[in-house]
């Protein structure tokens, strides 16, 4: 059983910071992509950072050069390093991961259970 879980979360002042946390647990053979995605009430669910094993990563044009995606391979854990957060930033935070469980298997998308960031002043 494959599991991805959050910390990290938290109510923070406009322009403060946080740090989200995701470490996967589990029979994993090998981890490839690993992102984070975010929720707002009453809007989808967008990207906001991915990164592969191999270190390249992506960002959602809203956040880039405030968030800083980055992972420990050696915990199977990802890092959202968030800074000069603004209001808009408010959003149910969650993890993705594509998990292989066996070698020569296709990987398999797992999401954490989301973790909420408020700002507000």
């Known amino acids: 059983q494959v599991q991805l879980v959050e910390s990290g979360g938290g109510l923070v002042r406009p322009g403060g910071s946080l740090r989200l946390s995701c470490a996967a647990s589990?029979?994993?053979?090998?981890?490839?992509?690993m992102g984070w995605y975010r929720q707002a009430p009453g809007k989808q669910r967008e990207l906001v950072a991915v990164?592969?094993?191999?270190?390249?990563?992506n960002y959602a044009d809203s956040v880039k050069g405030r968030f800083t995606i980055s992972r420990d391979n050696a915990k199977n854990t990802t890092y959202l390093q968030m800074n000069s957060l603004k209001l808009e930033d408010t959003a149910v935070y969650y993890c993705n991961a594509a998990i292989r469980l066996r070698r020569l298997r296709p990987s398999i998308d797992y999401w954490g259970q989301g973790t909420q960031v408020t700002v507000s002043s």
């Open positions: 589990g029979t994993i053979f090998s981890i490839g992509a």
């Open positions: 990164t592969t094993n191999a270190g390249s990563s």
